[in-house]
């Protein structure tokens, strides 16, 4: 009767350690497996501008970083108006999308995606006034990926894109124009400074 207690005793203590090593081989492999993954897709690979892809051909910068006091920069079309109304938008680099929605208000449907430049920095893009938008919260893409299309926050504007550059991840979004940039990164320099 003892052995048989013995037994049944060392037999539980056998499997319970198997499956213990069992749970932490499975989530170090899937960890790992995952990093890897990761790695490839979302460090970035230089920066694209975001219409005429990739050098912004057949757009114009409106109105610039630092004009009237502006947090971004304002792609139109070269035929002005709203021809450019519905043109794609792309994600200036490789990124992780950190939000997708209508904000309404002077901002309606806002992009914003964070850039990992390496395991320190980060810079975030953000996109607004899109007619649509074609990525979704959580979701990796790719430089040069389309996000969305140009719009006019229904109809408060003429058609362009406002795109915005942070060093600073995950502000609040803003009002667009501010004298205190601390934050903000002129897109359109930076974007020239870091192509691939
Ligand atoms: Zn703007």
Redesign the pocket.
């Known amino acids: 009767m003892k052995k048989l207690v013995l037994i049944l005793v060392l037999a539980t203590i056998i499997i319970n350690c198997k499956s213990e090593n069992k749970g932490k081989i499975g989530s170090e492999v899937s960890n790992i497996t995952t990093e890897k993954e990761l790695d490839t897709i979302r460090l970035t690979n230089g920066f694209d501008f975001p219409v005429g892809k990739p050098d912004a051909k057949k757009y114009y910068n409106a109105?610039k970083f630092g004009d009237n006091n502006?947090l971004?920069d304002?792609w139109n079309g070269i035929g002005g108006g709203n021809t450019d109304l519905g043109d794609p938008i792309y994600s200036i680099g490789n990124g992780y999308v950190s939000f997708a929605k209508n904000v309404y208000g002077g901002w309606g449907n806002v992009i914003r995606i964070i850039h990992f430049i390496d395991k320190e920095n980060q810079v975030e893009s953000l996109y607004a006034h899109c007619n649509e938008i074609f990525v979704k919260k959580g979701e990796y893409i790719k430089k040069g990926q389309k996000i969305g299309t140009i719009g006019t926050n229904d109809g408060t504007y003429p058609a362009h894109l406002?795109l915005e550059l942070r060093n600073e991840v995950g502000l609040p979004i803003g009002d667009?124009y501010s004298s205190n940039t601390k934050g903000y990164l002129n897109p359109t320099k930076f974007i020239k400074n870091n192509r691939k």
């Open positions: 109105q502006h971004g304002d406002h667009g």
